[in-house]
């Protein structure tokens, strides 16, 4: 079994800072890729950033320059520092991992979702 689990969404003020974590854990082998999607209420879900295991990261561009993704192999845990925070980028942010698990089967998981609100 594999659980992504979230923390650090909240409520904040244009213009703030939030740093998201997401914790994997169980039976891990081996992480590929991390992400960070969220999705808005009434919008499809969308990729917001996405980091390899050797470190290279992609961004949306609506965040580039604003949002940093890292993440910690040694603990199996991803990042998202956002600062200079829109209204806009209120939504449910959710983590994704893709991997190997201890059987050496590659499988996508998510966790259940952080809230992030941005007030004007």
């Known amino acids: 079994q594999v659980q992504l689990v979230e923390s650090g969404g909240g409520l904040v003020q244009a213009g703030g800072s939030l740093r998201l974590s997401c914790a994997a854990s169980?039976?891990?082998?081996?992480?590929?890729?991390m992400a960070w999607y969220r999705q808005a209420p009434g919008k499809q879900r969308e990729l917001v950033a996405v980091?390899?295991?050797?470190?290279?990261?992609n961004y949306a561009d609506s965040v580039k320059g604003r949002f940093t993704i890292s993440r910690d192999n040694t603990n199996d845990t991803v990042y998202l520092q956002m600062n200079s925070l829109k209204p806009e980028d209120a939504a449910v942010y959710y983590c994704?991992?893709?991997?190997?698990?201890?059987?050496?089967?590659?499988?996508?998981?998510w966790g259940q979702g952080t809230q992030v609100t941005v007030s004007s």
């Open positions: 994704k991992a893709d991997l190997f698990d201890s059987s050496r089967r590659f499988g996508t998981y």
């Open positions: 169980g039976s891990i082998f081996s992480i590929t890729v």
């Open positions: 980091v390899f295991r050797g470190g290279s990261t």
